[in-house]
């Protein structure tokens, strides 16, 4: 791709940045206890004694997510450990009530993995992930009911997160949105994260340094915690990036510490200095022995996987006639490729996407509709494609015949049928009009024959008009112009 | 190994305790003779043996995804020290 460069008077500055994104695995129960995670429920309902960090309570993991880890673990491409560890996180806080979250930490659940991604000019780019590992979520800490107290719902103490680490591989905030985007769209697809950035059941911190272009040193990086949109996560590393050319050019130093991103002003400000940074005491957590995974439980979970967006783009590509940026477009959500692999079956698949992306979008959006409460049925919009490839109906009828199944969801065949749209494909019919056409305007007729050519379309134009757009196109122009000499 | 006056109130700091200044020296002491006691594992020869993370050498048994606690708001919070609509409530913590 073209390269993301920080260029001043006084000289030009190469970003680097790598993120840490949260993920709540999606199970019924919580990672280490039999409370529900389901999400808006009334306040604290959804915990039991072992979330609530009571005494004498001991945890025990949830079969599913560790199955969900290791799924998404072999969707990113990566080394799934057999063997694996979990450890205490010590911190104090209101809303993590053990005063320890259990993670991982020297033996993950998952290894070295990567994932391409695709960048607006047409390349892909690898970006390789470090690790992979699940823990638990805290609660939700509510400051803005009262001036003086915090609030605490500890629905969401417990629930599974899966931490995905990437190298820092990222040389542009593009990459990083491209990155999330990809993530996102692989996780939907194994259903083990929703990917939901507003709901706050993906979240991203972004590190970011900076260093003169060409060096390959590294820097100083600083941490923006919690980044909640795709957009926010680029502004962040664009507007940090600056920062760390200021500083530096103005002759100072960046110290390692945790900001925050604040999308109203684009701007980062400081959190957390180094000196009063977490010193977290990590130590093998007593009450859960190692995890390990046998090669029958890695290999089922092999088989149950699902063609991801990178295959299936591929599979669009060569066995449906689609180009790569439409395969890639379609392929990002795994409800759109579905409807249109079933709307494209049997048929010309580059048409079928051309509606899909075109006229049928647009309905969506403009009905402000989920493809899953689409009027628009796949199998009337593969109906409606066949025919105009039959010549049932031209192009132009088939988007009045569009509108009509958006407002009703009826087949477009019936439609056709009901409102006589038929294409006009009879020759003797189409010669009738084209001969009135030429009787009513002895003084085109005449231009055109004086060599005034370009009348053609108007003819085809009337002659349209007097069939109400029902007559084949092709078969207009070839009689006109047999007709006209 | 040996800590010191500032190792020990930082480690109090983390603990969240609170030692005052005239224990400080009595609890430095209490350290050191335990970290004392520690170290005499050191005269054990550890080389190629793998770290020992657990004492039990049970393998860790998984519990099935189902539903099968909540809906006790009000024994969770029966203790707390102050609570409002549902929530725990305590000192504003923003960081």
């Given amino acids: 791709m073209a390269e993301y460069i920080i260029e001043t008077e006084k000289g030009k500055w190469e970003v680097i940045c790598g993120l840490e994104i949260h993920c709540q695995i999606i199970s019924k129960s919580k990672i280490f206890s039999g ?26 993991l949830n079969m599913e997510c560790v199955h969900q880890a290791v ?40 290894g070295e993995g990567a994932i391409d991604i695709d960048l607006a000019d047409g390349t892909t780019k690898t970006i390789r992930i470090e690790r992979m590992h699940i823990e638990q979520d805290a609660g939700k800490s509510i400051h803005d009911i009262d001036p003086k107290k915090s609030f605490i719902d500890l629905n969401r103490a417990g629930v599974g997160l899966m931490e995905i680490v990437t190298k820092p591989d990222f040389r542009a905030p593009e990459e990083a949105g491209a990155f999330l985007r990809k993530l996102r769209s692989i996780l939907r697809y194994l259903e083990t994260c929703d990917g939901n950035m507003d709901e706050g059941s993906m979240r991203c911190d972004v590190n970011v340094s900076v260093r003169p272009y060409g060096s390959d040193e590294l820097r100083t990086r600083c941490e923006m915690k919690n980044v909640n949109s795709v957009k926010f996560v680029m502004q962040a590393i664009e507007s940090e990036a600056k920062r760390h050319v200021e500083v530096y050019e103005n002759g100072g130093e960046i ?19 180094k000196e009063f940074a977490h010193d977290y005491r990590y130590f093998p957590e007593p009450d859960l022995p190692p995890l390990i995974l046998s090669d029958d439980f890695i290999a089922k979970i092999k088989n149950e996987l699902v063609e991801l967006p990178d295959a299936k783009k591929v599979r669009f590509v060569k066995d449906l006639g689609l180009t790569p940026y439409d395969a890639m477009v379609i392929c990002e959500n795994k409800e759109v490729a579905q409807f249109f692999e079933k709307a494209a079956a049997g048929r010309d698949g580059k048409k079928v996407a051309n509606w899909l992306m075109g006229d049928f979008f647009a309905m969506l959006n403009k009905k402000n509709l989920d493809i899953k409460n689409s009027p628009v049925s796949a199998e009337n919009l593969g109906k409606l494609v066949d025919l105009i490839s039959k010549d049932v109906i031209s192009g132009k009828i088939a988007k009045d015949v569009f509108e009509i199944m958006a407002e009703t969801g009826e087949n477009p065949e019936d439609i056709v049928e009901k ?25 085109n007729v005449a231009s055109y024959k004086a060599g005034k050519v370009n009348l053609m379309g108007w003819f085809v134009g009337q002659v349209m008009k007097q069939s109400q757009g029902k007559a084949n196109p092709a078969m207009v122009n070839k009689l006109l112009k047999d007709k006209l000499g | 190994m040996a800590v010191d006056n500032d190792t020990v109130r930082r480690i109090a700091f983390l603990a969240r305790l609170k030692v005052e200044q005239d224990k400080l020296e009595e609890t430095k002491e209490e350290f050191n003779k335990i970290l004392a006691w520690v170290e005499e594992l050191g005269e054990v020869n550890t080389d190629n043996v793998e770290p020992l993370v657990s004492v039990n050498n049970e393998t860790l048994t998984l519990r099935q995804d189902e539903v099968l ?19 725990f409530v305590v000192p504003k913590v923003v960081e």
């Fill in chain 1, 255 to 273: 110290c390692q510490e945790t900001r925050q991103f604040d999308p109203t002003t684009l701007s980062t400000k400081v959190m957390r200095k």
């Fill in chain 1, 71 to 110: 799924k998404t673990g072999l969707g990113l491409n990566a080394v799934i450990n057999k063997y694996s560890e979990f450890s205490r996180k010590n911190y104090f806080y209101a809303d993590l009530p053990q005063g320890y979250q259990i993670t991982q930490f020297v033996h993950p659940i998952v």
């Fill in chain 1, 419 to 443: 409102k006589g749209l038929k294409q006009v494909t009879d020759t003797s019919a189409i010669e009738a009009i084209i001969d009135l056409v030429i009787s009513q305007n002895p003084d």
């Fill in chain 2, 69 to 87: 606690s909540g809906h006790i708001s009000e024994e969770i919070l029966a203790n707390a020290p102050a609570k409002e609509y549902g929530y």
């Fill in chain 1, 35 to 60: 409370a529900s995670t389901e999400f808006g429920d009334d306040v604290n309902e959804n915990v039991s004694f072992v979330d609530a960090g009571m005494p004498g309570m001991l945890p025990t």
